[in-house]
């Protein structure tokens, strides 16, 4: 039935978006400390953001109102499978959240250095716990005969989840720096660019090393690729996005570069989805379960149906808010914190 | 296996109930921001734009405070109730998923317009924005409302393989149960966020300072906070115990303390329930009433805590006192604001310091008498997590030990306490600084 891939389209449209969206936030999360030599540079930095990382942040929780609806028991197998880590990962979106809302509310240098170590510290560690998280999903976890499992952290952090992690810390980093070099003037700019043009090597080396590591840890990853070659598209978005974003950098056209690492983003993690299909949560080899994929862990077909009802009319309002907020944001960044 | 049910449930109690102290009031201020935004346009008068500017900078910590602690509710689906999502995910997941896309998207993406665009976009943009912030807090409030409320009256679907299909969208959303409990949620939302206007704006008159911020505040606060007082005791208030009544009677026998099953019951207005005696000690009844609140009829027949079995009651004290002091509450905010209204209506509240007192004081009692009705609603539909589908016990995750969600919820109880601690000061800084602020 139709109505499983398309929620499984949805579901992969979601985290993308989330990982575009609240991605460039993240990174300049983790950067700002670096980038900015100072309490009002860093400040600036964080302006940058401040008007839109909350409603980034939605995407998250609305790709997991997606999961919930649509594939319950995904959600209640990894949410309850990876509970520490998730834990964690609640803690860490807690203090980031407090970190840049509270900031600025008071002018003391002790103050705006405190959170801004919080604030780059939680970033940093959300950027790498989310590339893990995704490293464990395609390399998949032990799953009993009910689909259940219990992730310690031992498990979670084997070699190629924790390969996924430094990839996804380098990959925001350098599209937040494209972020930032594009919203910014003055000393920062220069900074965030030449960020810009190191990253982008750095990030191409752990990307080159993990499609590597794929093929050895799912040697099946391929599958799906030699069955529907159209289907190379999306590593090839993702490539030409790199390429674009090398060519626009050179050209100092810096918001040609953030689209470039946007595209990026996008066509990795859709390369990514397109390899797991049908599965959600594989199965590691020994497992007593096949792995949960798109039927077997899926809502009833009614419910599946209600929703996307309700999915389809909620993101043509979504797309009016985001393409008309953008637009009032554009343009480099002022000072909005007073 | 028990241990680890209790750890969970205090989590999830223990995390709802912070998290709910900032949602209750940005409900509320939300609107009352609109509502100054559009006074300032209509009267064309700046002393409307201050306020909104001032109360929007409370509006922001708050709404930051309830976004971070609200992401762990949802999470906490999945980690500590993973029996629960699958069973009823395929229902409950539509509201909340509406919430993201309806309504939070909306509140977060114009919050940003509002806060940081007042010199960047034209004034009735920004009008717009602080309309859509305050329609999406309360549209946000609904979904959550409607998620709650097919817990506890569960409609429009099917059980499939032993777990529940969603089999209309219009049954789930017009659930009759939500129809009386939503407007009262709003109610108690709209009273917190006039009363902490109302008591940071008598605070302002009694210290002298700001005084037209003050007086502003204080007139605003009282006026709507006497209209929502009054509506959460009648219609919202007695017509959504008709449908306690109607649909889980148990409940309402626990929040009367009502043991024996009578016809012509009498309402307590005190007393103390006796689970051993199985009586309520020293009551002061008003005979008849009770029947004739929940049925609209003095003989009415109310069944009894003795005639339901041990296992499908509640704790029954913890949901009487919570009840009793939901109602008592919500009957003194009547008092203290009609007495203020009245002082206003006659042009000496400004200058009473005796009742401005009072109106400062009163501040955090909005917030007991809303988290008192959600334990009245929560506690008392127990020992169910969906009301006569699953039980809470049936709902915890397997593979999660109780010392797992013990440590965590340590974990939570650190960060929100200084998550409140920050709170509490940034409130007080920003009222101490006043709209001296924001004219930069």
Known sequence: ??????????????????????GFDLGVGALHLFVGRNASERGRAIDTIGPVWNGNEVWLLAAGGSMVVAFPAVYAASFSGFYLALMVVLWLLLLRGISIEFRHQVDSPLWHEVWDVVFCGASALLAVLFGVAVGNVLRGVPLDARGEFQGSFALMLNPFAVLGGVLSLATLSLHGAAWLAHKT????????????????????????????????????????????????????????????LRR??????????????????????????????????????????????????????????????????????????????????????????? | MTDAIYAARFQFAFTIMFHYLFPVLTMGLGVLIA?????????????????ARFWARIFAITFAAGVVTGIPMEFQFGTNWARFSRYAGPVVGQTLFMEGVFAFFAESAFLGVFLFGERRVNPLLHWLAAVMVGLGAVVSGYFI?????????????????????????????????????????????????????????????????????????????????????????????????????RYQPVKMAAMEGVFETQEGAPLAIIGMPDTERRELLDPIFVPKMLSY???????????????????????????????????????????????AALLLWRGTLFTNRLWLWVLMLAMPFPYVANHA??????????????????????????????????FTLLGFMGLYLLLGLLYVFLFLKIVHQGSRHGHA
């Open chain 2, 373 to 406: 009705g959600w334990i009245v609603g929560e506690v008392g539909r127990q020992p169910w997590v969906v009301y006569g589908l699953q039980r809470t016990a049936e709902a915890t995750s397997t593979n999660v030990s109780g010392g797992m969600t013990v």
């Open chain 2, 35 to 51: 509502v100054l935004k559009t006074l300032q346009i209509v009267k064309a008068r700046d002393e409307y734009g201050d306020a």
């Open chain 1, 248 to 338: 626009a950098w050179a050209r100092h056209d810096n918001r040609g570069a953030f689209l470039g690492s946007a595209t990026l983003i996008a066509g990795t993690l859709a390369s990514a989805a397109a390899g797991l299909f049908p599965h959600l949560l594989p199965a590691l080899p020994g497992s007593s379960h096949p792995g949960l994929d798109i039927y077997n862990a899926s809502s009833p077909a009614g419910s599946m149906r209600i929703a996307l009802g309700i999915y389809l009319f909620g993101m043509t309002l979504v797309t009016v808010y985001l393409v008309n907020i953008y637009r009032i944001w554009k343009g480099k960044s002022q000072q909005y914190y007073i």
């Open chain 2, 145 to 245: 409302v409607a998620t709650n409320a097919w817990m506890q009256n569960p409609v429009g679907y099917q059980i499939v393989n032993g777990r529940a299909e969603l089999t209309s969208l219009w049954a789930l959303l017009g659930n009759p149960y939500v129809r009386w409990m939503y407007p009262h949620v709003i109610s108690g939302s709209m009273i917190t966020g006039s009363m902490v206007m109302a008591g940071v704006g008598s605070y302002y008159l009694l210290s002298r300072r700001e005084p037209e911020l003050g007086r502003l505040s204080v007139r605003l606060g009282v006026t709507t906070g006497l209209i929502f007082a009054l509506v959460s005791l009648f219609p919202t208030g007695s017509l959504h115990g008709e449908n306690v009544a």
């Open chain 2, 293 to 339: 609140l929940a049925y609209g009829d003095f003989r009415a027949k109310v069944v009894g805590l003795n005639d339901i079995p041990d296992d499908r009651q509640p704790p029954v004290e913890l949901v009487y006192y919570a009840y009793h002091i939901m109602v008592g509450l919500g009957t003194i905010f009547i008092a203290v604001l009609g007495v």
């Open chain 1, 1 to 22: 039935m139709v109505i499983h891939e398309l929620w499984f389209v949805v579901l992969a449209f979601m985290l993308t978006g989330y990982a575009v969206l609240d």
């Open chain 1, 185 to 244: 003037d003055g000393q920062l700019q220069p900074r965030a660019r030449r960020l810009v043009g190191w990253m982008w090597w750095v990030v191409l080396a752990l990307l080159a090393a993990m499609v590597a590591a794929s093929f050895v840890v799912r040697p099946d990853f391929t599958t799906n690729f030699t069955r529907w070659p159209v289907l190379l598209a999306f590593p090839l978005i993702g490539l030409g996005g790199a390429a674009y």
